[in-house]
């Protein structure tokens, strides 16, 4: 069976190969279609842009198994952002670095004194018959003071998760695996579809 993924993010794509490693899927993503152009995300909450982007692949793809993944940074001192605008909270082509860059100064000019955050993930899963299944992750912690570490992504290098003192980024691919947002709604999917 085909598994189409709603990215042409190549580091997330590798981290669902990872965690799925399941032999009933042949997994491709976005990136490998020529005639894809992926589609404004408009919705108000992680699981509507989600949403979007698996329905929109699902019109492409009509007899696949469709997923796609919106996932961000919550920041408790910055009132919940950057949140669904994770990606490009520092403009809209905004790079990893950038979008780190503004979390910091943020929290910085807001003397934020909390710095409690959370990684939100939601799936949303479309399968064959057009069925949707959704699916969601919460990994808990705080932002670090400074960037650290150079595995992973994103924010990863500047989020603590709760109960540790490294940074996700400073983590291995496989130690992150384990506990990441993704993962744990990944976990659930694999749950549900392979009883």
């Known amino acids: 069976m085909e598994l189409w993924v709603a990215t042409a993010n190549s580091h997330k794509l590798e981290e669902i190969r990872h965690i799925l490693n399941n032999h009933t899927f042949e997994i491709h993503s976005t990136a490998e279609l020529e005639y894809y152009t992926s589609p404004l995300e408009t919705g108000k909450t992680f699981t509507e842009n989600a949403r979007i982007k698996a329905k929109t692949l699902k019109a492409v793809k009509l007899n ?6 919106d996932s961000g940074l919550e920041v408790e001192g ?25 979390s910091l100064k943020m929290m910085s000019l807001l003397s934020a004194t909390y710095r409690k955050a959370q990684f939100r993930c939601c799936l949303v899963l479309i ?21 650290r570490g150079q595995n ?6 500047i989020f603590i998760p709760q109960g540790g003192n490294k940074t996700l980024a400073e983590l291995t691919p496989a130690e992150k695996n384990k506990i990441s947002h993704r ?5 659930k999917l694999k749950e549900q579809l392979f009883k």
């Open 127 to 147: 399968d064959p018959n057009g069925h949707e299944h959704i699916f969601e992750g919460i990994l808990l912690g705080e932002i670090s003071r400074q960037q």
């Open 183 to 187: 993962a744990q709604a990944l976990r």
């Open 152 to 157: 992973g992504f994103g924010y990863d290098n």
């Open 78 to 102: 910055l009132n919940n952002m950057p949140g669904v605008h994770s990606a490009r909270y520092a403009g809209e082509k905004a790079r990893d670095s950038e979008n780190t860059a503004k």
């Open 64 to 69: 696949a198994w469709i997923l796609a993944d």
